[in-house]
């Protein structure tokens, strides 16, 4: 910054650029030093003039005392003046020993480079200051206290509406399908499958299986369709028994027994057993429940149900996993209620608004976050050190290198010349003060010799 400052202040002072306004209630470091200029040769003039004006009444006291300090003051702010002027230019034209700083700038750009690199910004240097930091709350700092939020909102508003705007509904379609299909293929589902299997068990769900399916087989025994189906079963074993066993007790029985009464009975048996086998203690509950342990450890070794798994997969995937005229149809629905105005155009931004406000406060409350943000934020950060490091001398020598003789004086000038002009303004005074006390010294050791 320092350096474009200088480059704005030499291209302003030849005309090459527009000059900054003043800002408000305060004076700038070149009108400063301007006036402070003004005043050094403002003192060397009047001392001259001082010396010119006693010098015809050098002869008394009063006047050779004037006369001797108006010149003292004189030669002392023409010495200083030549001094400080020595060092950015040649006073004069004499060259022996001036220009100070232009003549070695490279040794002062190298001196700077190697104390920018070795002392001010080594890895230590950093890496301890970073330490002192909480990146997290910076983080939240800014995205509190300077609109940070906002900004962020405002940079997902627009970078939501390009997005939209740029992508071809068809072809982001297909390539979502590609990418579903693509990583489904390498998605192993048999151990999902197992694996789901004996999830379900350890967590007591097949308890719940079976209550399911006894509580269907009930529901489904109590339809009439079932009746139906009991009452043609029933009418087809009567038919059996009359015509092969006349003599048998059952057969009478069933002669004699009437269709309705005969599924009444039969339902009631069925579904009286079902709500039977629900209860925990039931032995055929807890067959079902070993029968289902066992097929699951059968399965795992199953090569067989294995492929057929996985052949299942793979048809479904290469003819049923079609999503891309669905991605597409509601890639276009995203970009027409994104422009209608009303409550449709702001229907993104406010879900995006909501999405970083949630974040934020979630991240303002989450003290692990932080901590892990502000740890992940300092290993990058010492990473980069690390590895860039060497580029901070690299840096630094190619800003310098785009410093001119006149940048360069126009860059320590702007810093350090209002303190040179007061040097000037000093001198006049001390030689003045000076002049004064050795003409009173000489005039009277004069007298008393």
């Excluded at 009975?265 to 289902?292: D, M, N, S, Y």
């Excluded at 003789?405 to 040097?423: A, N, R, S, T």
């Excluded at 003409?439 to 004069?446: D, F, G, S």
């Amino acid at each position: 910054p320092y350096i474009g400052l200088a480059r704005k202040r030499f291209l302003r002072k030849r005309g090459k650029a527009h000059s900054s306004p003043p800002i408000e209630g305060g004076v700038s470091c070149a009108d400063e030093m301007k006036s402070t200029r003004y005043k050094a040769t403002a003192a060397l003039g009047l001392a001259t003039a001082g010396f010119l004006a006693s010098y015809p009444f050098s002869a008394g006291f009063y006047g050779g005392m004037l006369n001797s300090g108006c010149w003292a003051a004189m030669v002392g702010g023409l010495a200083d003046w030549f001094a400080v002027t020595a060092l950015f230019r040649k006073p004069l034209g004499f060259s022996y020993r001036t220009a100070i700083i232009p003549r070695n700038r490279e040794r002062i750009f190298h001196d700077l480079i190697t104390f920018v690199e070795q002392d001010l910004l080594t890895k230590d240097n950093i890496l301890n200051t970073l330490a002192h930091y909480n990146v997290a709350e910076l983080l939240i700092r800014f995205l509190e206290e300077h609109q940070g939020k906002q900004g962020a909102k405002e940079i997902a508003h627009k970078v939501t509406q390009d997005v939209l705007a740029l992508l071809d509904a068809n072809e982001f379609g297909r390539v979502i399908e590609d990418m579903a299909k693509e990583h489904a293929s390498r998605v192993q589902l048999f151990p999902a499958v197992v694996q789901t299997l004996e999830w379900t068990v350890k967590n007591g769900y097949d308890e719940k299986m079976l209550d399911f399916l006894l509580d269907e087989l009930t529901r489904i025994v109590e339809q009439d369709e079932s009746r139906r189906v009991l009452a043609g079963l029933f009418a087809q074993l009567r038919e059996t028994y009359r015509q092969g066993a006349q003599n048998h007790k059952l057969a009478a029985w069933l002669l004699d027994m009437s269709a309705e009464h005969f599924v009444d009975a039969a339902r009631t048996r069925i579904t009286a057993f079902l709500q039977a086998v629900k209860e925990p203690g039931h032995p055929l509950r807890g067959k079902l429940k070993t029968w289902i342990d066992e097929m699951i450890g059968q399965l795992k070794d199953n090569s067989a149900f294995r492929e057929k798994v996985e052949d299942w997969k793979a048809e479904v995937i290469r003819t049923k996993l079609s999503i891309r005229y669905q991605v597409g149809h509601y890639l276009r629905y995203l970009r027409q209620t994104a422009a209608e105005p009303g409550d449709g155009a702001g229907r993104i931004p406010e879900n995006l608004d909501k999405a970083i406000d949630g974040w934020v406060d979630d991240f303002k409350a989450d003290a692990r976050q932080q901590a892990a943000f502000d740890a992940w934020v300092k290993h990058k950060l010492e990473a980069a050190v690390d590895k860039y490091h060497g580029q901070v001398s690299i840096m630094v020598q190619e800003r310098l290198a785009e410093l001119t003789d006149e940048l360069l004086v126009e860059f320590i000038e702007g810093k350090v010349g209002d303190d040179l002009q007061m040097i000037r303004i000093n001198g006049s005074l001390v030689g003045g003060v000076a002049g004064v006390l050795l003409y009173v010294c000489t005039y009277w050791l004069e007298r008393l010799w």
